[in-house]
C-alpha cells in the first residue's frame, strides 16, 4: 500500500513537472518562435539581463503576492478560526465561497469601477487589496478542512488551567492549525503570482505598477520571447534551492500536527 | 514561521508600498501600448529631447485597454496605442481629446491617404501608427494549390483539412466570411449573420484551431499549412521560412490601422501632441517596419528602409492607394449584440 | 468575553475585507443588469429593464454553461483521482519532509500560466514531442490528436489544478489521528473498510474544498479553452469575458455573470445541506 503510494506520488511529480522540463529547454532556444525548436542559445538569458522591464515586473509580482498573502492568511485564518466556532449560518458562507466563484472580468472591473468612484489612487497596492478578497476565501477554506470536528475541548481545557486567549492560540490553536496555514499560504501565493485580468484592471497606469503576467501577456502580439522561459527558469531554480535550504536548516524542526 | 515577526514585515511592506506610490506620482507623461511595439529607447531619446518623463504601460489586447479606460474613464493614462475600431468607439464615449495639428508637424511625414481614414477623416482623434491587410498565410512548399480566394480557407480542399487555422478575434473571423460572399466587413444584419453563422460552423469542422497568437509558429513547425493571418505576423513566419508566403484573396481584405490617440483625462495634452510627433519622426516609421515587418503609414518612415525588405516580404510593397481600395471594420454600434450573439454560436458549435 | 464575541471578533476583519472590496463593489456591477448597452458600449441608463434576462434565457447560453459544468465536472473528478492518493502520501511522509513535498508540488505553477501552456502545447501537438516520440518508437503511424479538443482542455484544466487539491486534501489529513485507523484494523476491518468507514469520512472537508476549488477556477477559466482547446470550445468563463471586453455589453456580461453565480451558490447550498445530513450534523 505504501510502495504503491509512493509511486503515485513519484508519478503525480512526473506529471506536474513535465511541462516545466520543456519550458526549460525552451529557455535555450535559439529563435524566438513560441513553441518551435530551432536550435541551442544561451543569449535569451543574456537578453533577459538586459531587460529592466521583465525583472522589475517580477519583483513587483513577487511583492504582491507576497503582502496579499500574509494579509490574507492572516485574515482567512481567524476567519475561519471565527466561523468555526459560531453558529453555522448558510448565507456568511455564501458570502465565504462568493470570492471564488465570482467571474474574474467582474471583480476585476467592480473593483476598478469603485476605485474611480471613491477617487482611490491606483498603483500596486491597489492590486494587493484586490488579491486578498479571493485569497481570503481559499485560505479560509483550506484551514476549514482542518477545523471540521476539531477538538474545542483542547482550547477550553487550557483556558480552564489559567491561560488566556492568546497563550491558548499560540501554545494549542496555532500549533494543531500550522500545517493547514502553511497550505493555505502556498496556495494564496501561488493564485496571486499567476493572476492576470484583475491585476490588470486594478493596477496603477505605469511600469511601477506592472506585475510579470502583464508584462508577458502583452508580449503576445509580437511574439513571447524565450526570454520568460528564462526567467520562469530562474525562478523555478531560486524556489528549487530555498526549498532544499529550507530543508537543511529545518531538519527535524519541521511543524506537525 | 515566526508570527511576530509579521506585524512588522507588514509594516516594512506597506512602506514600501507608499514609496511606490509616492514615486508614480511624479509627473510624467504615460502611454499604454503593446509590448515591444516601439522602440526601446523611445522613453530615453524622448526625455533627451523634451524633457519629459515617458512612463511606458503595457496592454495584452485592443479589449483590455478599452475596458481599463472605460471603467476609469482614462484616468492616469495620455495616449493609447489601440486599433481603429478600438479609437471610434473611445472617441464615441467622449474619452478621447481631439488632435491639434499644429501641435504635430511631423504629420507632414505621413502619406496623404492617412488622412482619408474612413474611421477618422482628417485625423481629427486619431493618427496612425501601422496599417496593413488580412489574408492568407501559407506553406507553398506544403499546399497542393497555391491559395487565391477565401473559400479556399473557408472550403479547404482535402489535403487541408485539419491543418488551417482562422483568427480568434471576433470581427476579423466573421469578416473572412463576409468578404467570401461578397459582404461588407461591417455587415450586420440578421439574415447575413445567420448565412455566415453556417458556413463558419461548416468550416470549424476542418479547422486544427482558432489561433490569432501563435498562427505563424504553427506553419513553421508544419502544424498547420494554411492560415488566417495579418500580413506582418505572416512576415515573422517568412522570416523563419522562405517557402512561407502571404496573399490577400482575390475577393479582398479589410485594411487594418493601429493608431494613438490622446484620452481626455489627460493632465498633459500638450506633452502628449509632442510624443505623438516625436514618434512620427522618420526613424521611429523605419523602425516598426524593420523590427516588427508591419507596414507604417509613415512616408518618411517607409522610404528610409532598406529597399530589399520589400522583395524579402512582398506584402510590404502594397501601396497606400491599394490599401485604401480596402473597407476597414467599424464600430458597429447597436449591431454589436446580434454580431457577439452569433460569434457565440459559433464558438459554442459542436 | 463570550465565545460569541470572540468568533464574530475574529470574523470582522475579513467579513470587512469582502464586504467593502467584494460586495459593494460587484453590487455596482450588477446593478447593469437592469439597464442596456449603449450604442457605442457605455450604459444607457434611459429606463430600467428585465431585456437581458430575457436574452439570457436563451437555449444558447444554458448549453454553453451545461458543456462548461460537464468539462469542469470531468476535471474535478480526475484532479480529485490524483490529488488524494498524493495528499496522503505527503501525509505519510516522514515530518519534517512533508512541507518540502508540498512546497514541491506547488512550484512549477510559480512560472506562468501561459508559458507552462506553451510547454504543453509543444508536448501535444500533431508535430510534437509526444506523437513523434511514439511514431519513432512504430507504436502509432498517425498522429494521435491530442491537441485542440476536448481532452487538451481537460488536461490543461487537471495540470493546473491539481496542486490545490493535494494542498486542501493535506490541510484536511492532518486532523486524521493515525489511532484510529490502527483501532479500526486491530478490530478486524480490512484496509479498504477502514479507508472507506475511517479515513474518508474524516476527510471529506478537504474533498469538498478541494473539488469546489477545481470546479470553479476551471468552469471560469478562459485561457485554456483558448490556446488548448484551440479556442473550439466555448466555456462560460469565455462567453462571460467576451461580453464585457469584446462585445463590451456590461449589462449583459452582469446579467450571465449573476445568474452564474445564482447557479453555483444553489448547488454548494445543496451540497452542503447533503454532507451534512450524510455526517449526521445539522446544517
Redesign the interface.
Same mark, same amino acid.
Given at each position: 500500500m505504501s510502495r504503491l503510494l509512493h509511486i503515485h506520488l513519484g508519478a503525480t511529480f512526473a506529471f506536474l513537472y513535465i511541462p516545466i522540463a520543456v519550458l526549460i529547454v525552451l529557455s535555450f532556444n535559439r529563435?524566438g518562435?513560441?513553441?518551435?525548436w530551432?536550435g541551442f542559445s544561451i543569449e535569451w538569458y543574456g537578453r533577459l539581463a538586459a531587460n529592466p522591464?521583465i525583472l522589475a515586473s517580477a519583483w513587483n509580482s513577487v511583492?504582491v503576492a507576497?503582502?496579499s498573502t500574509?494579509?490574507a492568511t492572516?485574515l482567512g485564518t481567524l476567519l475561519a478560526l471565527g466561523v468555526e466556532r459560531a453558529k453555522p449560518s448558510p448565507a456568511r458562507d455564501a458570502l465565504l465561497f462568493a470570492p471564488m466563484i465570482v467571474p474574474d472580468i467582474v471583480l476585476a472591473?467592480a473593483l476598478?469601477?469603485f476605485?474611480?468612484l471613491i477617487k482611490f489612487?491606483?498603483?500596486?497596492?491597489s492590486i @494587493?487589496l484586490a488579491h486578498v478578497v479571493f485569497n481570503i476565501a481559499f485560505v479560509c477554506a483550506v484551514v476549514r478542512a482542518r477545523l471540521k470536528g476539531f477538538d474545542w475541548s483542547l482550547t477550553e481545557a487550557s483556558r480552564d488551567l489559567g491561560a488566556g486567549h492568546l497563550v491558548t492560540f /499560540?501554545k494549542i490553536t496555532?500549533p494543531l492549525i500550522?500545517p493547514s496555514v502553511?497550505a493555505a499560504a502556498l496556495l494564496a501565493f501561488t493564485l496571486s503570482i499567476d493572476e492576470?485580468?484583475i491585476a +490588470?484592471?486594478t493596477a496603477?497606469?505605469?511600469?511601477?505598477?506592472?506585475t510579470l503576467p502583464?508584462?508577458i +501577456?502583452?508580449? @503576445? /502580439?509580437?511574439?513571447v520571447t524565450p526570454e520568460i522561459n528564462a526567467m520562469a527558469s530562474i525562478v523555478m531554480a531560486v524556489s528549487f534551492a530555498l526549498v532544499l535550504l529550507a530543508q537543511r536548516l529545518n531538519r527535524g524542526r519541521m511543524?506537525g500536527a | 514561521?515566526k508570527?511576530k515577526h509579521?506585524p512588522a514585515?507588514?509594516m516594512g511592506?506597506a512602506f514600501?508600498?507608499?514609496a511606490?506610490?509616492s514615486?508614480?506620482?511624479a509627473e510624467?507623461l504615460?502611454i499604454?501600448n503593446?509590448?515591444?511595439?516601439m522602440p526601446k529607447d523611445m522613453a530615453e531619446k524622448f526625455k533627451a529631447e523634451t524633457g519629459i518623463d515617458l512612463?511606458?504601460?503595457?496592454?495584452?489586447?485592443n479589449?483590455?485597454i478599452? !475596458? $481599463?479606460v472605460?471603467?476609469? !474613464?482614462g484616468? !492616469?493614462?495620455d495616449v493609447l496605442f489601440v486599433s481603429s475600431p478600438f479609437a471610434e468607439?473611445l472617441n464615441?464615449?467622449q474619452l478621447l481629446s481631439p488632435i491639434d495639428h499644429g501641435k504635430i508637424p511631423n504629420m507632414a511625414n505621413l502619406y496623404a491617404e492617412a488622412g482619408q481614414l474612413k474611421h477618422d477623416p482628417g485625423n481629427t482623434f486619431s493618427v496612425p501608427y501601422a496599417w496593413g491587410t488580412t489574408g492568407l498565410c501559407y506553406r507553398s512548399d506544403l499546399v497542393k494549390a497555391e491559395p487565391t480566394s477565401w473559400n479556399d480557407l473557408l472550403t479547404p480542399s482535402d489535403d487541408l483539412k485539419g491543418k488551417i487555422?482562422m483568427l480568434?478575434?471576433?470581427r476579423w473571423l466573421m469578416a473572412a466570411a463576409f468578404l467570401a460572399g461578397g459582404l461588407s466587413v461591417n455587415t450586420d444584419d440578421q439574415a447575413s449573420l445567420d448565412k455566415v453563422r453556417d458556413q463558419l460552423v461548416a468550416t470549424?469542422k476542418d479547422?486544427?484551431?482558432? *489561433?490569432d497568437?501563435?498562427f505563424?509558429?504553427?506553419l513553421?513547425?508544419?502544424?498547420a499549412t494554411l492560415v488566417h493571418a495579418w500580413d506582418g505576423w505572416c512576415n515573422?513566419g517568412i522570416a523563419?521560412n522562405a517557402a512561407i508566403k502571404y496573399v490577400v484573396p482575390k475577393e479582398g481584405s479589410d485594411l487594418w490601422v493601429d493608431t494613438m490617440v490622446i484620452t481626455k483625462a489627460s493632465k498633459n495634452p500638450d506633452a502628449a501632441a509632442k510624443f505623438i510627433d516625436f514618434v512620427l519622426k522618420a526613424d521611429n516609421g523605419k523602425w516598426v517596419v524593420e523590427n516588427?515587418m508591419y507596414k507604417t503609414p509613415n512616408k518618411a518612415g517607409m522610404e528610409a528602409i532598406d529597399q530589399s525588405m520589400l522583395t524579402t516580404y512582398p506584402n510590404m510593397a502594397i501601396t497606400p492607394a491599394e490599401l485604401l481600395k480596402y473597407e476597414q471594420l467599424r *464600430?458597429l !454600434?447597436?449591431g454589436? $449584440?446580434a454580431?457577439? $450573439?452569433t460569434?457565440?454560436?459559433i464558438?459554442?458549435a459542436k | 468575553m463570550s465565545s460569541r464575541l470572540i468568533s464574530w471578533l475574529l470574523m470582522a476583519p475579513g467579513l470587512l475585507w469582502l464586504t467593502a472590496l467584494m460586495i459593494v463593489p460587484c453590487l455596482l456591477i450588477f446593478v447593469l443588469a437592469f439597464f442596456e448597452?449603449g &450604442?457605442?458600449?457605455?450604459i444607457d441608463w434611459s429606463a430600467a429593464t428585465l431585456e437581458n434576462f430575457a436574452r439570457a434565457f436563451d437555449h444558447?447560453?444554458f448549453?454553453?454553461f451545461l %458543456?462548461s459544468a460537464r468539462i469542469a465536472l470531468i476535471a474535478t473528478v480526475i484532479a480529485l483521482l490524483i490529488g488524494y492518493p498524493a495528499a496522503f502520501a505527503i501525509m505519510k511522509a516522514p515530518e519534517r519532509w512533508q512541507t518540502s513535498l508540498l512546497f514541491l508540488a506547488i512550484l512549477p505553477f510559480w512560472t506562468n500560466y501561459l508559458i507552462r501552456t506553451?510547454a504543453w502545447?509543444v508536448l501535444l501537438?500533431?508535430?510534437g514531442v509526444i506523437n513523434n516520440g511514439l511514431i519513432y518508437l512504430g507504436l502509432i503511424s498517425q498522429p494521435l490528436p491530442l491537441?485542440?479538443n476536448e481532452f487538451a482542455v481537460i488536461l490543461g484544466l487537471v495540470y493546473n489544478y491539481t496542486p490545490f487539491v493535494i494542498l486542501a486534501i493535506y490541510s484536511a489529513l492532518q486532523r486524521l489521528d493515525p489511532s484510529y485507523a490502527e483501532a479500526s484494523r486491530d478490530l478486524g476491518a480490512s484496509a479498504v473498510t477502514t479507508f472507506i468507514r475511517i479515513t474518508l469520512p474524516l476527510t471529506a472537508a478537504g474533498v469538498a474544498a478541494g473539488a469546489v476549488f477545481v470546479f470553479v477556477l476551471s468552469i471560469g477559466n478562459f485561457v485554456t479553452p483558448?490556446l488548448l482547446g484551440?479556442?473550439?470550445l466555448?466555456m462560460i468563463g469565455?462567453?462571460i469575458y %467576451?461580453?464585457?471586453? &469584446?462585445?463590451? %455589453?456590461w449589462p449583459?456580461g452582469a446579467t450571465l455573470s449573476g445568474l452564474l453565480i445564482a447557479l453555483m451558490m444553489i448547488a454548494l447550498f445543496m451540497q452542503a445541506v447533503a454532507s451534512g445530513r450524510a455526517r449526521g450534523e445539522h446544517v
Open positions: 529563435a518562435l513560441p513553441t518551435v530551432s522591464k511583492i507576497t503582502l500574509l494579509i492572516v472591473i476598478l469601477s476605485f474611480t489612487t491606483l498603483g500596486l497596492h @494587493i /499560540r496555532l500550522l502553511i492576470f485580468i +490588470y484592471f496603477g497606469a505605469g511600469q511601477a505598477s506592472t502583464m508584462q +501577456y502583452s508580449m @503576445i /502580439r509580437f511574439g511543524p | 514561521m508570527f509579521i514585515f507588514l511592506g514600501a508600498v507608499m511606490s506610490i514615486l508614480a506620482q510624467k504615460v499604454s503593446w509590448d515591444g511595439y512612463e511606458v504601460a503595457v496592454h495584452a489586447t479589449e483590455e478599452m !475596458g $481599463k472605460t471603467a476609469s !474613464g484616468a !492616469g493614462f468607439a464615441k464615449l487555422t480568434a478575434t471576433d470549424k479547422l486544427l484551431a482558432y *489561433d497568437t501563435t505563424y509558429s504553427k513553421v513547425s508544419g502544424e515573422y523563419e516588427i *464600430d !454600434g447597436d454589436m $449584440k454580431f457577439s $450573439k460569434v457565440s454560436e464558438m459554442a | 448597452r &450604442t457605442y458600449g457605455g444558447l447560453y448549453s454553453i %458543456d506553451y502545447i501537438n500533431p508535430v491537441l485542440y483558448d484551440g479556442g473550439k466555448q469565455n462567453l %467576451d461580453q464585457f471586453l &469584446t462585445a463590451r %455589453d449583459f
